[in-house]
């Protein structure tokens, strides 16, 4: 439903206001999106604050009795034609995240926008399995229920805009809430058009609502809107925090996903040439992933073979336009986080880290920068310690199991690791020390939905998937019956 101001991005016509109450809403004041492929500028949109938040919230409130009302079962086949969908429209919605935010044309169609359909279609049906259990004790029957928990705002991020708005968004309608998605300002436009497909499957006016705009904005007036009854956030630590403080004036449940400063740990009973090719995929997105394994830590034993490898890995990451099929490597997000790469890079070359390759700006375009790895790397270096979120990795060895979980845990996050060896016994004796919500094992970036995901430390707060999705978004209740009291 298209209607009021819009704009056509890559062949595809998008609306550049919000989604309030089933209908599109237009602000006075506008924030301008430019394409990180080429610098384009693709649209002016709407920039809501407090009262497009409170006309939100207001239609979410309204909406939630009866779409609540409608339970896992009738929710189901709302959530079913609102994948298809997403489905039909891979393609489209593809082509609009590449030129968005930058990410690769053909991991959009193969593999963000299909899992951006998985995520609802996964998580109706994993609705119809939660409750109805009983817990048998001496003198009751303790009966446990999934209650929808109210009006959710989920806040979500610029480098997977449309796969991580539907992690939350699949789970949080499939439990019976409403919503109010604030989607990134870097990358809207997907987010709008998830809200056009949400209508056409018959999701009801107010049930799912799109605020755009500054999250000083927008997003500030949306987590300390009283009637907010779950704030479901990923982003960096530092915004988290300000997300914390606002929660709890209102004591109001917060899921956090933040950033990570990951090991990629190397053994030297490791396939390496598996291990090798995992490196090299660390620069995916530019970089821009969380998850990235940032911290290759290899075993000694094996340094001067594997970087050898790793070497020979890198030659087929091509740096290039990301709707190009052989480009491996596309653009940052924006000129400022361009410039904080470039800032952490120059920040460690002063401090004594050697580059192996890269460690400047790309002869390409504006916001490409070059793959870079440091050597000479000491664990106490800031390169070592925080999040650059850039293709930018740093190498360090070691002798020992004990020395690497050490190294593995010289940071404030906890996000996920990865861990090569051929060894079950050791890998699994490392990996159960390594601080992190996901260790990958002789794999990497493997997400099973019904699995627990997230971080600790400074990486986040709770976890997501599965039934752990439904234990943040839901009231749980117990019933707890006296056994023979209705003889």
């Known amino acids: 439903m298209m209607g009021g101001n819009s704009v056509n991005v890559a062949g595809v016509e998008i609306s550049t206001d919000h989604w309030i109450n089933g209908r599109r809403v237009a602000s006075q004041h506008k924030f301008a999106n430019f394409s990180p492929v080429d ?120 480098n997977g805009p449309l796969m991580l708005t539907t992690w939350k968004v699949g789970p949080a309608l499939a439990a019976g809430n409403t919503l109010i998605v604030k989607p990134p300002e870097w990358a809207p436009l997907t987010c709008s058009l998830l809200a056009d497909i949400a209508h056409a499957a018959g999701i009801p006016p107010g049930v799912l609502n799109i605020v755009q705009g500054i999250g000083e904005e927008a997003g500030d007036a949306l987590v300390n809107h009283p009637d907010i009854d779950r ?52 620069y995916m997105n530019a970089g821009q992933v969380c998850l990235a394994g940032t911290r290759v830590m290899v075993e000694s034993s094996i340094e001067e073979n594997f970087l050898g490898k790793v070497r020979n890995a890198m030659t087929h990451m091509a740096l290039g336009d990301p709707r190009e099929k052989d480009t491996r490597i596309g653009p940052l997000i924006t000129k400022q986080h361009f410039d904080r790469v470039a800032g952490f890079v120059e920040r460690a070359k002063q401090a004594g880290a050697v580059p192996l390759w890269g460690g400047s700006k790309a002869n390409f375009g504006d916001l490409y920068f070059e793959p870079t790895l440091f050597n000479n790397v000491t664990p106490e270096l800031e390169i070592a310690q925080r999040e650059v ?36 016994a050791r ?30 430390r400074d990486s986040g707060i709770g976890r997501e998937g599965g039934n752990w999705s439904f234990d943040f978004f839901c009231d749980i209740k117990n019933i707890s019956i006296r056994k023979g009291s209705f003889a």
């Open 39 to 158: 610098g384009s500028h693709l649209a002016d949109v709407s920039a809501g604050g407090k009262a497009e938040v409170e006309q939100a919230v207001a239609a979410a409130r309204k909406a939630f009795p009866a779409w609540a009302a409608l339970g896992p079962k009738g929710r189901r086949s709302i959530l079913k034609r609102f994948a298809e969908g997403i489905k039909a429209r891979v393609n489209e919605l593809a082509a609009v995240e590449t030129m968005d935010n930058g990410s690769l044309l053909l991991g959009n169609v193969h593999r963000m926008v299909p899992r951006a359909a998985l995520n609802i279609d996964f998580f109706a049906e994993w609705a119809l399995t939660l409750g109805g259990h009983a817990i048998d004790s001496p003198e009751v029957v303790n009966h446990v229920h999934y209650d929808p928990s109210g009006v959710a705002a989920l806040i979500t991020p610029w």
């Open 231 to 282: 704030i479901s956030f990923t982003g960096s630590t530092d915004t988290a925090k300000l997300i914390g403080q606002a929660a709890a004036r209102s004591i109001t449940p917060l899921s956090a996903e933040l950033g990570g400063k990951s090991p990629f740990i190397v053994c030297a009973d490791a396939d390496l040439d598996s291990a090798a090719q995992t490196v090299a995929m660390q």
């Open 389 to 424: 979120f850039g293709p930018v990795l740093t190498w360090q060895s070691f002798r020992s199991d004990d020395e690497v979980v050490d190294m593995a845990n010289n940071t404030r996050y906890g996000l996920a690791a990865t861990l090569f060896s051929r060894d079950e």
């Open 427 to 456: 890998a699994t004796a490392i990996a159960s020390q390594v601080t992190a919500g996901t260790v990958w094992v002789n794999c990497f970036f493997v997400r099973d939905l019904a699995a627990p995901f997230g971080g600790s």
